[in-house]
């Protein structure tokens, strides 16, 4: 005991408020199968012999990178290739991919050192990531190009959710004995949880609540995704700290024990009671034995459904843009505007348009968007709407893809007068009213506001946003200017959950940015566009999953894997 105080100052770990695993768990893993039809025949007395390339493209440097390579078939036009590619995909990242098709005569690794006629060329093909998983039943079927004149064929390519990233495991422990650590009272103790990474550090995955005044605590069960706390690998080490709570953050180390997800998964049993340790105690205390012991009560593994599955099963992710047209934005004659209207080049509201549209046409089959204005005198009579159509047409506001709406906002800006008060409810209870008819999981709406960030309906946009959070949409906030955006951080609702005449919004369904922060000095230039549209979608699977989850909606089955045709055995006669 007397010990124990002296080491306080040197156990005084970094156990402040961890921040749970938000921002660290691995990507998801696609598997990626690719087959191909009617290639071209370059053999003279057999058929090709194909080889399948992957490049992946660098999100700063838009460098193509070798990704990896399936195996040669040889003697066929119409390969399935059995190599498979597995890639991380980030649904917020557009993850650029070309795909080259070689007939292999020679068995050097390095196709760029040998000549066209040793491998030849039999076609390219390019696509996003989001495009494969985007498409009906994650498949995606195009020709093949880059032969000037010749048709090279079609590349089928299939994509995969692999299996170990979706589970989810339920567990509970309790402790026996641990260490007194307070003068007045026993112990406060707390667990926290980390995965050991390929390099031997610890990434901090879990951290149980306090349970206050006993040396015999039970901690309530929790549940956590299988790859945050092992990545997919059973045997990596988990290593699991004890510590007293103490008000200041100054948490006294009691002890710890590491194990691994396989050992957990054995559930209640005495392979599952642990010693808690405190090797500076071992050290010093010729009869030390333990800190105390920590059993495993329960251990549980379900899968959970993930974004993927929903998209596969065919929901749709319905983009509807809202643009603000007030005054406050400035004239769009004037180079100081943010709609000024540049020969050169694009303005901030069409720079953020295109970052984002670009990633999330891949989820919306049609590419056809709703496009919106507000804040704005039209002609011909000068009234004041607050959610008019860019194109003109009331009885159609779409757009065709992100080209046709940047298209109607430069013509609305020719038309219409710049005017106010900036009204953001119009918007979001327009989007809502359409998610409000589909609530059945087959569809699901986004809502991409770009404002300068001014907003004269505060107290209406929150209700809108509360009664929206019952609703299958999201919305995306990006403010652009240079004006303080304290409304929009408040509408964000990530450090204060948003609510409206007393009633808590039941779910986050608002992600806010603030488009300089990727601007270079001069504001002329985006410094990542990926890292915008990133940073602005990464909250749409979870907020997507957690409407879905909340009306106990389940994923439709994905269509029956897809066999190509002419995929024949070819029987050797003896």
């Not at 988990?238 to 050992?263: A, M, Q």
Request: with cysteine; glycine share 6%.
């Amino acid at each position: 005991m007397e010990g124990d105080v002296m080491d306080k100052l040197e156990d005084m770990s970094s156990v402040y408020e961890f921040d749970p695993i938000t921002g660290n768990i691995p990507a998801t893993k696609v598997e990626i199968t690719v087959s191909c039809r009617n290639l071209l025949d370059k053999d003279t007395f057999s058929k090709s012999d194909p080889l399948c390339v992957l490049y992946t493209q660098g999100v700063e440097t838009k460098q193509w990178r070798e990704f990896g390579r399936t195996e040669v078939i040889d003697n066929t036009l119409n390969p399935d290739f059995v190599r498979k590619y597995i890639l991380d995909y980030f649904f917020e990242e557009k993850q650029n991919l070309r795909f080259d098709l070689y007939d292999v005569d020679s068995k050097s690794p390095d196709l760029s050192k040998h000549p066209a006629e040793l491998n030849d060329f039999l076609g390219q093909m390019f696509c996003t990531l989001g495009e494969i998983v985007g498409s009906s039943a994650s498949r995606l079927e195009k020709p093949l190009g880059g032969i000037p004149g010749k048709k090279c064929g079609t590349i089928i390519l299939s994509a995969e959710e692999l299996g170990n990233c979706r589970d989810s495991a339920t567990m509970q422990f309790c402790a026996n004995k641990l260490d007194k650590k307070d003068f007045f009272g026993k112990s406060d103790p707390f667990m926290v949880f980390y995965r050991s990474n390929e390099d031997g550090t610890f990434t901090i995955c879990h951290k149980t609540e306090v349970v206050k005044n006993t040396l015999n605590p039970v901690w309530q069960s929790f549940t956590i995704p299988v790859r945050a706390l092992c990545n997919g690998d059973y045997d990596r080490t988990i290593k699991v700290e004890v510590y007293d709570w103490d008000r200041d953050g100054s948490h006294d180390f009691i002890g710890e024990f590491t194990t691994s997800y396989r050992e957990l998964a054995r559930g209640q049993s005495q392979f599952n009671v642990y010693e808690v340790i405190n090797s500076k105690k071992k050290m010093k205390k010729k009869k030390y034995v333990n800190s105390g012991t920590v059993t495993l009560l329960s251990f549980s593994v379900e899968s959970e459904c993930t974004f993927l599955d929903y998209i596969k099963g065919g929901t749709q992710i319905n983009f509807t843009v809202a643009i603000d047209f007030t005054a406050s934005n400035g004239n769009p004659s004037q180079s100081t505007s943010l709609h000024y209207m540049n020969p050169y080049q694009l303005n901030a509201y069409a720079m953020a348009l295109k970052a984002v549209g670009e990633i999330i046409q891949d989820y919306d089959s049609d590419k056809m968007f709703p496009a919106l204005g507000f804040g704005a005198k039209l002609p011909p009579d000068g009234r004041v709407s607050h959610e008019f159509p860019l194109n003109g047409n009331m009885e159609n506001p779409y757009c065709n893809g992100i080209e046709g709406i940047l298209e109607a906002y430069h013509q609305s800006l020719k038309t219409v007068q710049l005017y106010g008060p900036t009204n953001f409810a119009p918007v979001v209870n327009h989007v809502a009213r359409y998610a409000a008819a589909v609530q059945d999981g087959s569809q699901y709406f986004v809502l991409l506001i770009i404002t300068d960030g001014v907003i004269s309906d505060m107290a209406q946009t929150k209700e809108a946003i509360v009664n929206g959070a019952k609703l299958p949409m999201s919305i995306i906030i990006v403010g652009v200017g240079q004006a303080e955006f304290d409304a929009m951080v408040e509408l964000d609702g990530d450090d204060i959950r948003i609510s409206s005449r007393g009633k808590l919004a039941e779910r986050d369904i608002v992600q806010f940015v603030p488009f300089r922060d990727y601007m270079d000095r001069t504001g002329n230039h985006v410094l990542s566009m990926a890292r915008l549209a990133k940073d602005v979608l990464a909250e749409i699977p979870d907020q997507f999953i957690s409407y879905m989850k909340s009306r106990g909606i389940k994923p439709n089955p994905a269509p029956p894997p897809y066999t190509p045709p002419g995929h024949t055995h070819h029987h050797t006669q003896i």
